[in-house]
């Protein structure tokens, strides 16, 4: 079974421009996740998506949002990128809303912001 | 406010012993707690999984124990070898229903000298 996976792998951006990232999970997840890690803060909880709905989000601005498909992928986008939005982002997919689930996380994206 | 520590932030053991990592959470009242590994520009690799009803679980060299009362947990490795070298992290999931997540430590960075 395929892990997850997250396109791109890497970007650089330029303060004031958007961005968008995608995470597929793992086939028959339903659950995603998604994750902020910089070596200030380590790592922080964004926002959880389920069957198409965010479900719970985390202390970011409005300028961080995602969303999730049909097909269970998700996208995050970052609108106004400010040179500490340079990150690595990860995601996690589980198999479903269960507070027992266990997480599986891709290989994040990193982005540059200049 | 669910806050996770990890001590100490960075360990190095030669090859062949055993080495205990820490964490340690602040509310008892969490769903599960799990084990990840790292590799530098990475992402996440889970390790372990224990559930809040379970004292320990197992998989090959690792063992995690829990104890929730007094919010602690550790990470047994046994026999390191240098491919044990990585970031271990620790994330519990806590939070009301609808509103849980995952909160991580910070990590510890471990080093196995051959």
């Known amino acids: 079974k395929a892990g997850v996976t997250q396109t791109p792998r890497y970007l650089i951006k330029t303060r004031g421009q958007q961005v968008t990232l995608s995470c597929s999970p793992i086939s028959g997840h339903r659950s995603v996740s998604w994750y902020q890690q910089t070596p200030g803060q380590g790592l922080q909880f964004l926002f959880e998506?389920?069957?198409?709905?965010?479900?719970n989000k985390g202390n970011f601005p409005g300028r961080f949002s995602g969303r999730q498909f049909s097909n269970s992928r998700s996208e995050m986008n970052v609108s106004t990128l400010e040179l500490g939005d340079s990150a690595l982002y990860l995601c996690?997919?589980?198999?479903?809303?269960?507070?027992?689930?266990?997480?599986?996380f891709g290989p994040g994206t990193r982005l540059t912001v200049l | 406010k669910q806050e996770v520590t990890q001590i100490p932030a960075a360990l190095s053991v030669p090859e062949g012993e055993n080495l205990v990592l820490n964490c340690s959470f602040t509310?008892?009242?969490?769903?599960?707690l799990q084990w990840f590994r790292q590799d530098p520009g990475k992402g996440l690799t889970s390790l372990l999984l224990?559930?809040?009803?379970?004292r320990e679980q197992t998989s090959g060299r690792l063992n995690a124990s829990l104890d929730k009362s007094s919010g602690r947990s550790t990470l047994y490795i046994a026999a390191s070898q240098p491919g044990d070298s990585a970031t271990y992290l620790c994330a519990v999931k806590s939070g009301s229903f609808g509103n849980e997540k995952l909160t991580f430590g910070t990590g510890t960075r471990l080093t196995i000298i051959p």
């Open positions: 996690a997919s589980s198999a479903g809303q269960g507070l027992n689930n266990e997480q599986f």
């Open positions: 998506y389920f069957s198409e709905t965010q479900r």
């Open positions: 509310d008892s009242a969490i769903y599960n």
């Open positions: 224990i559930q809040s009803s379970q």
